[in-house]
Each structure stands twice: as structure tokens, then as C-alpha cells.
């Protein structure tokens, strides 16, 4: 799907060739015809104003602020002279903003020596000097904190439960403020989530850091955060097309907003912008099923968005939406080529999903065999956009490039790269710009979210064993059983 970015689009697969005026006037209703005119350089033109706004907004694309704005006026923009009926789904969140000058210093048996932490996110404010606890349990029940000396700070190793559940427990419990260390190598990318009001603060370590401290006897810590939070208010842009059956909805999504710290342009410039693409692209093809375009809001902070939508719509709204494809983070620089696992195949994490998933898992499968590329399977944990839907029973699938987790040996053999480093080195950074993207795996990941987006328009076929003639009310999968705590794949679950 490469192409020059004057004449011609590459056709994915076979090399075959589209003028881009014939682009701009025939129905792309094949496959071939779709991927020659969903190209790179379509893609990157919306890349390109994605960085362009955040560049002119502080640096980011962050829900509530006048980046998130600005990238969804534009993406409005381009579905509404592509010809969908587009609409703006407004929600209220809490904005949360670290404001610096956090500080975690050893004060005693010998002062003077900083760690390396973040601020997790929905702390509160606070300055604390005092004695510190490493808890013996993992903090997840009170039973955990018998005998706390009040006061304290407490040391907590991730995992067990969310981070509310542990900050609430030490906060119950007298701690004067909370230092959370990974059970894992790498960086904890955790949130108390907008529901935590106190003001406690709470901090975040690696593991090696954690274990020091917890290795360290008579330690003392001044622990201090500065944050603020505050309601706010943001936006999903949805757009649906004019044609096509409206019992049987084919859903496509991405995310759109950034962190604060950096401009979002793989995550998740990368999958708005394949979705855009395919839109465009796809506006003039009459599916046999009406298509759902989604960017939603406010997924860094706890999958908002997403969740706002599902559980806004109605019953009858819901059982209509056939399926749901998700595309979060697809162009990472030291990729890997991985696919939802919906059926569960891999037996590594949550079970499998709704009817239906593994059958969206096996069409990506299949488009990455037919163009020599290895795949490998994603724990199916709803960590991303598609929690909520498959939290209803909504069969979704998706691919993903990969994230802050640290290519081994054998994915690098696998998929070339380097391993040792993680697979997006400038995860929710600052450097997550147009430098942060492996144009080839763009170019072909934005063929497959062209490809199933196509595929599911006009064929349903191994989705919950439903045909285009049987209403999907009846063959819901009310038995589904969700995992228990669905949050961001930026923000795991403490399991």
C-alpha cells in the first residue's frame, strides 16, 4: 500500500496501481481497489496535522485541552466532506494535571539520595516527611495494614487490586501518603482513576527501586506531589454512513487524545489516522451493513470515551451493533505485528471473548499469512477501547504494534528490531512525534483496518453465528463473562 504522493497508490498485495484521480471518483467495494487507494501518504497527511496541532497546543492532544479540540474539528471535518452524518458525543471527566515539583528523598538512615518516580495519576497534593512501611501483603483488604503505624508512609508492591483500592485502604488506615513499585520490570503507567478525591499522595517506582527501598532498614522519606484536578469536559466524534442495513452496525474505533506529556502521534495518531483514511476512502461504497466511525475522547485517563458511549445507548441501540474493531497504536518504531486474542487460543490472560471475536481474530490471522508476516496473539484483557463493548457482549477484535512492554530475543527474531528496548521507546513521551513511526508497518497495519473494515460492512459471517437475515438481539452472548476490572491498556490491571 506504499505510493508516490503525487500519481499513483500501491495496491496492497498485489502491486497493482490506482491513479489518484481514479481515487477520487470509483467505489472502493473490493478489497484490491481499497488498499490501492487507502495509501501512506493518505495516512501521514493525517499524522502531519495531528503533530501540527500539538506543536501549536503546549505540546499534546490530551482530553479537555485545546489540542483534543482542535484534532477533533479536524477529524469532523474530513468525515463531513467525505459525506457521513457526523456527530459530536460530549461527556463530562475530571482533568487531572501534575504540576510539578514532585520530589521523593531519602531522608534517613542516610539523607540526600533522590529516586526516580512519576506522580500517578488523580494523586493528591501533599509534602510528607516520615518513617516508612513496606507492607508484607499486597493492600488490597484491611487485614493488610494490622498494625500501621499512623503516620507513616507505606510502601505497596503493585498487583492483587486497582490502585484506588490500595490508596483507600492506606488512607483508612492513617498512612500519610503512599509509594506504589512495580511487581515487573518497567515502569508502572498506573492511575488512581477520576473517582479518587483524597488528598493523598501517591507516587510511583520501578521495581528496583521499591525493592531498595523496602530493603532499606530505619528508612525515612519526604515524599511531595502538586496536583490539581477539576471537572472538565470532552468529546467522541462519531460518523455513520447513509447506506446500510442500521440493524446490523459494523463499528470501527481509535482513540484520540494524547497524553499531556507528549503529542500522541503513534498513540494514537497512528490508528485515528488509519481510521480517517479508511473512511475517506470507503465513503462512496454502499455496505450491506451500516459502518460506525469512531475517534473517541478521554481514553489515557480511564477509557471515558468509550465507556460514555456504551453505556448511553439503549438496549435496543446496543444488540444492534454487530461488532466492534479497535485500532490502538499500529506504527510503533521497534514493532511487532499482534492481534487481539479473542478466542483465547494463546491460554495466556483473561479467557476468551464473545462469540464472534475469535472469528475477527482469524481474519487478521489470515491477512498477515497471505502477506508473509509472523503475527502473534495480545491477551484479550479490554484494556482499550473495547472493554465496554465487550463488557456487552460485542464481539470486537483489533491489532496492535505494541507498547511500553520490552521486545525479547524471540520477537526480535521474529520481527526483526532490537531487542532489550521497549516497543515504543517514546511511550506517552514527549518524543512520540512523526520520528516515533515505522512507516512500513503503518502502511500495512492501515491496510488491515481498510480490510476488516470492508470485510465486516458487507460480510458478517462467524459473528456470534449470525447472518445478515437473523436479528443479533437474538443470539447476544448474555453468558459472556467480562474481565473483572477492564481499564486502560495504558493503565493495567493490578493482577
Request: glycine share 14%; net charge negative.
Amino acid at each position: 500500500m506504499a505510493g508516490s504522493a503525487l500519481v499513483l497508490a500501491a495496491c496492497g498485495g498485489d502491486g497493482a496501481v490506482a491513479p489518484a484521480q481514479a481515487c477520487a471518483q470509483q467505489v472502493n467495494d473490493t478489497e484490491d481497489k481499497l488498499l490501492a487507494c487507502v495509501t501512506l501518504d493518505g495516512v501521514l497527511a493525517h499524522l502531519r496535522e495531528f503533530d501540527r496541532i500539538a506543536k501549536a497546543n503546549g505540546g499534546h492532544r490530551a482530553a479537555g485541552s485545546a489540542g483534543y479540540e482542535a484534532s477533533g474539528a479536524y477529524a469532523e471535518k474530513v468525515l463531513r466532506d467525505a459525506g457521513y452524518v457526523v456527530t459530536r458525543s460530549e461527556f463530562g471527566f475530571v482533568r487531572f494535571d501534575d504540576l510539578g515539583g514532585s520530589v521523593l528523598r531519602q531522608m534517613a538512615p542516610l539523607p540526600g539520595a533522590d529516586f526516580a518516580h512519576e506522580v500517578m495519576p488523580y494523586s493528591g497534593s501533599g509534602d510528607v516527611t516520615a518513617s516508612v512501611t513496606a507492607l508484607a501483603g499486597p493492600g488490597c483488604a484491611a487485614a493488610d495494614f494490622a498494625g500501621f503505624p499512623a503516620g507513616n508512609i507505606v510502601l505497596i508492591e503493585r498487583g492483587g487490586c486497582d490502585f484506588s483500592q490500595k490508596a483507600s485502604l492506606a488512607l483508612a488506615a492513617g498512612a500519610a501518603g503512599v509509594v506504589v513499585y512495580n511487581n515487573a520490570e518497567g515502569p508502572v503507567h498506573g492511575s488512581l482513576g477520576e473517582g479518587f478525591t483524597a488528598d493523598l499522595p501517591v507516587l510511583e517506582v520501578s521495581q528496583a527501586v521499591g525493592r531498595q527501598l523496602a530493603g532499606t532498614p530505619g528508612l525515612a522519606l519526604r515524599m511531595a506531589a502538586t496536583t490539581r484536578r477539576e471537572r472538565g469536559t470532552t468529546f467522541n466524534v462519531l460518523a455513520e454512513s447513509r447506506a446500510g442495513d442500521p440493524d446490523h452496525v459494523v463499528m470501527a474505533g481509535a482513540h484520540l487524545d494524547s497524553v499531556l506529556d507528549g503529542p500522541g502521534i503513534n498513540d494514537n495518531g497512528s490508528g485515528s489516522a488509519a481510521i480517517l483514511e479508511t473512511a475517506v476512502q470507503m465513503a462512496r461504497v454502499t455496505p450491506r451493513h451500516k459502518v460506525r466511525f469512531a475517534l473517541w475522547g478521554a481514553e489515557e485517563i480511564g477509557i471515558l470515551g468509550a465507556t460514555d458511549y456504551v453505556e448511553r445507548l439503549e438496549p435496543d441501540a446496543l444488540a444492534k451493533i454487530a461488532l466492534y474493531l479497535n485500532f490502538d497504536m499500529i506504527a510503533s518504531p521497534n514493532a511487532g505485528y499482534f492481534i487481539y486474542d479473542g478466542d483465547d487460543s494463546d491460554g495466556i490472560g483473561e479467557g476468551p471473548g464473545p462469540e464472534g471475536a475469535g472469528a475477527i481474530e482469524k481474519f487478521f490471522e489470515a491477512f498477515y499469512a497471505a502477506r508473509g508476516k509472523a503475527f502473534k496473539g495480545t491477551d484479550f484483557d479490554g484494556r482499550s477501547d473495547y472493554g465496554p463493548f465487550i463488557r456487552q457482549g460485542i464481539p470486537a477484535g483489533g491489532i496492535f504494534s505494541g507498547g511500553e512492554d520490552i521486545k525479547t530475543a524471540d520477537d526480535a527474531a521474529r520481527w526483526g528490531g532490537t531487542a532489550g528496548i521497549a516497543f515504543d521507546p517514546c511511550y506517552h513521551a514527549a518524543c512520540d512525534g512523526l520520528a516515533n513511526l515505522d512507516l512500513a508497518v503503518l502502511d500495512l497495519n492501515s491496510d488491515a483496518v481498510a480490510a476488516a473494515t470492508l470485510r465486516y460492512a458487507n460480510d458478517l459471517g462467524g459473528i456470534r453465528g449470525a447472518s445478515a437475515a437473523r436479528p443479533l438481539q437474538s443470539v447476544r452472548a448474555a453468558a459472556y463473562t467480562p474481565p473483572s476490572d477492564i481499564r486502560p491498556r495504558h493503565l493495567p490491571a493490578l493482577k
